[in-house]
């Protein structure tokens, strides 16, 4: 049996009233896991969106099935009510030693928030990653949506030594640049990220996570 607690603060292009918090739990047991995160993005003062999520997962072998629960409310200030709506979610996946590659579904049932209100688009995403020898791996991503230009993102994640990494990426529509740095902990880790918005500006992410597992020194692989 496993579990994993995480959290993170992201500033939006660094204005406080875009500021997105966040909490997430995982517990695994078997071949089941299941999750539980909570976000709040902005101010309820202002406009806030505000998610809670729950997902389990089935993992017999290589392949993986999941289902995605989740809610979202709106507040828009102390005068107007808030605003709810909830759908669903499903994945699947395939791992190997080196390859993992993933397809994801979300908004499955095109929610609305209000009657008159414009439908949610569902939300769909191809997903690959290549683990390589020697401590990193690179990724991609493809993700569409209706009425939006499809998007494609890239990152490399790179282990400098067992208690240190790096990562760098990119994301089309429009293009961002991100990069960070990750400190390995016992049993968990501290992350931070810095994006660059080409007309809005910086975005910083902190999060910090916790769990049962002992992280794995492989010193072997940098030898």
Known sequence: RTWQVES??????????????????????????????????????????????????????????????????IQLGDNYPALRAATFGLGAGFATRRFVFAVDGDNLTKPRLTEDSPLVEPRYSLYGEY????GYSLTGRWTVENLQSPQFALAQYIRLSPRASIFWGVTSGPAEYSGGFEVTLPRGAAVYSLSVHPTLGLTHTVSLSWGSRKQKEDHDEFD
């Open 8 to 73: 993170g603060y992201q500033r939006r292009f660094e204005l406080a009233d875009l500021d997105d918090i966040y909490l997430a739990g995982t517990y695994g047991w078997d071949k089941f896991s299941v999750a539980l995160g909570l976000s709040q993005f902005g101010k309820t003062t202002l406009y806030a969106e505000q998610v809670i999520s729950g997902s389990l997962s089935w993992r017999p072998g290589s392949i993986s099935l999941g289902l995605r629960l989740s809610a979202m409310q």
């Open 131 to 134: 683990v390589a020898p020697r």
